[in-house]
């Protein structure tokens, strides 16, 4: 298998976490969907990463289908198939993707030239952000794992989410929410989240 993507995008970085997490093969090629000779578009007719090619010559794209489908290749399962739990850490693969939505929303308006930019757009987006990073806090566990006993896709996406925060929006958001800091702070040190930081 092929997983191919950007060095700095967090959807990819899901699929990368958990690729090294469940230790599944797969060779990561860095591919710039925005170049003239990406070959993206060809895998995948929205022209978005990341985009997984299988061995069977078919390939899966967005990053929920890619990582559900490399979590199923392995054993334990960090998304479970069925049940009230599944529905709980779809909850938090939602939350996260929708906070990374409003995370590069906020970016491309950010770098418009001045006269074009939407002060609008950039005050909703860091509202939407605001308030998944309250919710994440209000919803945090008192142990070391969002759900259940031990790491889980919960986790995963929800502290790639917040590290992407950091990253493109820095802002002391662990001052109101401290607690949800150490808990990243402890997830962060885990080699498969030290070894995908993006450059920079």
């Known amino acids: 298998m092929k997983l191919y993507g950007s060095l700095t995008s967090p959807y990819v970085r899901k699929a990368r976490i958990l690729i090294q997490e469940k230790k599944v093969p797969c060779e990561f090629v860095v591919a710039d969907a925005w170049a ?13 990463v990341p985009v997984l090619a299988l061995d069977n010559g078919k390939v899966l794209f967005d990053s929920p289908v890619i990582v559900e489908y490399l979590d199923a290749l392995k054993t334990p399962a960090l998304l479970p198939t069925s049940g009230e739990a599944r529905w709980e850490m779809l909850r ?3 939350l996260a993707d929708g906070m990374l939505d409003a995370v590069v929303i906020r970016l491309l308006e950010s770098r418009r030239p001045a006269a074009q930019q939407s002060a609008d757009n950039i005050r909703r987006q860091e509202e939407k952000i605001a308030r998944s990073i309250e919710y ?17 896709l919960a986790d995963l996406v929800m502290a ?13 958001w662990r001052g109101r929410h401290a607690r949800l800091g150490q808990w990243l702070a402890g ?4 080699p498969a989240f030290v070894e995908t930081r993006p450059p920079g």
């Not at 578009?41 to 929205?46: Q, S």
């Open 136 to 152: 994440a806090a209000q919803h945090l566990s008192i142990g070391a794992w969002l759900m259940s006993d031990r790491f889980t």
């Open 36 to 48: 003239a000779d990406s070959p993206i578009p060809a895998l995948n007719p929205l022209g978005k």
């Open 92 to 94: 938090w693969q939602a």
């Open 187 to 190: 997830i962060g040190t885990r």
């Open 160 to 172: 790639v989410a917040l590290e992407y925060t950091d990253f493109r929006y820095p802002h002391d």
